[in-house]
């Protein structure tokens, strides 16, 4: 499955989350660093998911699966600024 993922680009770096996996976030002082710390963090993110017995989310795009990331404009990412959620919604 492919989650689509939004990159933020910061002053001084980058950030990325994955809609569909919250508190699924990692930064990078480079895009291609924030592309490899994020294909991470969905790997140990999920690997959490299973051990907790929980349904793996599925991918909510809605379309074609995403073929590379979603650049954001600075600052307009209020998901990020938030922090990762406490309670994933998905649990609910």
Known sequence: MRYAVVIEKGERNYSAYIPDL?????????????????REAIEFHLEGV???GLPI????????EPRG???A???RCSA??????????WRT
């Open 22 to 38: 919250p508190g699924c976030v990692s930064v990078g002082d480079t895009l291609k660093e924030v592309k490899a710390e994020i």
């Open 50 to 52: 299973r051990e907790d």
């Open 57 to 64: 989310p599925r991918a909510s795009s809605g379309g074609p």
């Open 69 to 71: 990331a979603v650049l």
């Open 73 to 75: 404009p600075r600052g």
């Open 80 to 89: 990020m600024r938030q922090g990762p959620r406490r309670e994933p919604s």
